[in-house]
């Protein structure tokens, strides 16, 4: 506003002086036009200074630093790129097929199964062999645990009369069909008496129980002649025992009948 108001001042005088210099120009018209020339440098110097003063102004009021140059937006604000683009992310490398696990698991499962059938053959296969191999006759496994024990010299008295009293009660279990390995002494011998067996040997087998369990839990000591005696009656006992019941089943015969009327052969027991 300051600006403005000077510049008519100047103009206004101006004006004036040419006024001035129009009434005198009719006598000296060359030197009115000197100083209207002159007056107009004079009128644009002014404005010209009073314009640059007016600039400076303004930049002294603006305010200065960073916070002044990000407050106020750039006239000219550069277009954005449209051309440049992320980095695409890293693309997996490998083998990438949905359908790889489910047939490992499938194969897994495949392996498994067929390792279990194999086990389960085999087994079979084994349990098979066992059943076609007989068991040995009691008679027999006596004997050939009491052929163990033979040499007495080589054993103390305890181990071998807990031996010497398992194969004769295995033997009892097998031949006659009584519990003597789970009894005690005092359970077996009211058994012995029951024992289609002769007097003599059950007499004698009553005694050797006896006679062991002082041997086998008080630690009694005994000497090598009477532990070849105690074998020797236990196999008396197999041998006797075993033809007594080979006897007695020989004793079995069996009457065949000739066929009557289409009827098959028929087998009747006959026991003397």
């Keep these: 506003m300051?600006?403005?108001?000077?510049?008519?001042?100047?103009?206004?005088?101006v004006i004036g002086r040419c006024d001035i210099g129009d009434t005198a120009s009719s006598r000296r018209p060359c030197q009115t036009r000197s100083r209207v020339?002159?007056?107009t440098g004079v009128i644009l110097c002014l404005l010209t200074f009073l314009q640059a003063g007016q600039v400076m102004g303004e930049e002294a009021a603006a305010p200065a630093g960073p916070a002044a140059a990000s407050e106020s937006p750039a006239p000219h604000a550069p277009a954005p790129m449209t051309d440049i683009h992320d980095i695409l992310p890293p693309v997996p490398v490998g083998i990438d097929a949905p359908w790889l696990v489910p047939v490992l698991l499938a194969l897994a499962a495949a392996a498994i199964l067929a390792a279990a059938w194999w086990w389960w053959k085999k087994r079979r296969k084994a349990r098979a062999i066992e059943t076609l191999v007989p068991e040995l006759p009691p008679e027999m496994t006596a004997m050939q645990a009491l052929k163990e024990i033979a040499d007495v010299r080589r054993l103390d008295?305890?181990?071998f009369y807990f031996r010497l009293s398992a194969i004769l009660r295995q033997y009892v279990f097998g031949r006659f069909a009584v519990g003597a390995p789970e009894m005690t002494t005092e359970e077996f011998l009211p058994c012995i008496d029951r024992l289609p067996v002769d007097s003599d040997l059950a007499r004698g087998l009553r005694s050797l129980c006896r006679a062991m369990d002082p041997v086998k839990f008080g630690g009694e000591t005994v000497v090598e002649k009477q532990m070849e005696t105690d074998l020797f009656f236990a196999r008396e006992f197999v041998q006797k025992t075993t033809l007594a019941d080979e006897a007695e089943n020989k004793g079995e015969q069996?009457?065949?009948?000739?066929?009557?009327?289409g009827n098959s052969k028929k087998q009747i027991p006959n026991r003397k």
């Design 2 to 13: 300051k600006t403005i108001g000077v510049t008519r001042m100047v103009l206004d005088l």
């Design 37 to 39: 020339i002159y007056t």
């Design 254 to 261: 069996h009457i065949v009948l000739p066929p009557d009327d």
């Design 157 to 159: 008295g305890k181990t």
